[in-house]
């Protein structure tokens, strides 16, 4: 995998272009003027760990329709801002929704499978929580 960050010059002086080798693009912002990399990398948790937590509900054969992640967090007040705390919430709907399934897939995805979640887990306290919406 190979990607490149561009700069590029505006007013505030600090947006930049992502490229993926393969690509895709994504615009990060230090000023507010797009997400910054702090919020692309709390959209990734939520991202990595959904990708899981669908594939491991469709294999177990549930009746999944949504899968909603609410993602918080907490960051240190002096720099660097590291995030310190993250709290993971999936709100999955769906019909004969299975609760010892939800719970074994969100465990995998934040201890075995979500790459994001596992490369910040020996900074960041991760905690996550579920919940299911019968439709």
């Not at 693009?25 to 709390?42: C, F, H, I, N, R």
């Not at 054969?61 to 919430?89: K, N, W, Y």
């Not at 299975?98 to 960041?124: Q, T």
Request: aromatic share 6%; with cysteine.
């Amino acid at each position: 995998m190979k990607a490149s960050v561009s700069w590029v010059p505006s007013e505030n002086g600090l947006g930049f272009n992502g490229k993926m080798d393969s690509g895709e693009t994504l615009y990060l912002d230090g000023k507010g003027e797009g997400l910054s990399p702090m919020q692309a990398v709390l959209l990734s948790v939520g991202a990595c760990s959904s990708v899981d937590v669908v594939e491991i509900m469709r294999k177990a054969r549930q009746g999944i329709e949504s899968c909603h992640c609410e993602l918080s967090a907490e960051r240190a007040d002096e720099p660097p801002r590291v995030f310190t705390h993250i709290r993971a919430h999936y709100v999955v709907s769906g019909s004969n929704v299975h609760e010892k399934h939800l719970a074994r897939a969100v465990a995998l995805s934040s201890e075995k499978y979500c790459s994001v979640m596992l490369m910040l887990n020996e900074k960041v306290d991760i905690k996550t929580s579920y919940e299911i919406r019968e439709t």
